[in-house]
């Protein structure tokens, strides 16, 4: 069974970090694009850091660019998400997706697992 598990969300002020993984499971393990997207109330979901292992390839939204770092754990088959130097605007439920895909991808219509989401709230 195909599945993607989030980890690492929680509460942090301003100016803190916070490290999310995602372990991949099952059918997922063909996946060679993996990324993190956030949806924040009211907003459309977003992607904000795809890696593309078939040619070492990596996004990060404009928006994190400089503060989030997007690496993959061989190894341990996991995509993590280093996040500091976080802003109030950086509250979101996050998702971890995974696509078996020809070309690196921002489109989340693409991808075709998903985890369940993780919350994190940037907050003084």
């Known amino acids: 069974q195909a599945q993607l598990v989030e980890s690492g969300g929680g509460s942090v002020q301003p100016g803190g970090s916070l490290r999310l993984s995602c372990a991949a499971s099952?059918?997922?393990?063909?996946?060679?694009?993996m990324g993190w997207f956030r949806q924040a109330p009211g907003k459309e979901r977003e992607a904000v850091a795809i890696?593309?292992?078939?040619?070492?390839?990596?996004y990060v939204a404009d928006s994190v660019k400089g503060r989030f770092t997007i690496s993959h754990d061989n190894a341990k088959n996991t995509v993590n998400l280093q996040m500091s130097s976080l802003k109030p605007e950086d509250t979101a439920i996050y998702y971890c997706?995974?696509?078996?895909?020809?070309?690196?991808?921002?489109?989340?219509?693409?991808?075709?697992?998903w985890g369940q989401g993780t919350q994190v709230t940037v907050s003084s």
């Open positions: 997706a995974a696509v078996h895909s020809p070309v690196p991808t921002q489109d989340e219509s693409w991808y075709d697992y």
């Open positions: 099952g059918y997922t393990y063909s996946s060679n694009c």
């Open positions: 890696i593309y292992l078939g040619g070492a390839y990596t």
